[in-house]
């Protein structure tokens, strides 16, 4: 089994930042895509940012200039700094992870629980 545990969100002004952390645990081999997703109240979840195993990224045009996509393969954790925060970032950001497991030996597609972020004007 493998666990996404997310943190990071809160409540910030318009113009702020926050930085968002997702932790992938359990019987992990390797970890493939990363990848963060958000959901905003009566809309579809949208994918925000991802990022390969070999640090290849690619952003929603909505967060490029603002968000910024990292990961630490050692600790198995993937990081969303956002900055320039704006209302309509207000969401529920979850983690993703494409995650080769050693016992059983499969690849499988994780979520996190999510963490709300939400921008006041």
């Known amino acids: 089994q493998v666990q996404l545990v997310e943190s990071g969100g809160g409540l910030v002004q318009a113009g702020g930042s926050l930085r968002l952390s997702c932790a992938a645990s359990?019987?992990?081999?390797?970890?493939?895509?990363m990848t963060w997703y958000r959901q905003a109240p009566g809309k579809e979840r949208e994918l925000v940012a991802g990022i390969t195993s070999g640090g290849r990224t690619n952003y929603a045009d909505s967060v490029k200039g603002r968000f910024t996509i990292s990961r630490d393969n050692a600790k198995n954790t993937v990081y969303l700094q956002m900055n320039s925060l704006k209302p309509e970032d207000t969401a529920v950001y979850y983690c993703n992870a494409v995650v080769r497991t050693a016992n059983p030996w499969a690849t499988g597609d994780y979520w996190g629980q999510g963490t709300q972020v939400s921008v006041s004007s």
């Open positions: 359990g019987s992990i081999f390797s970890i493939n895509a």
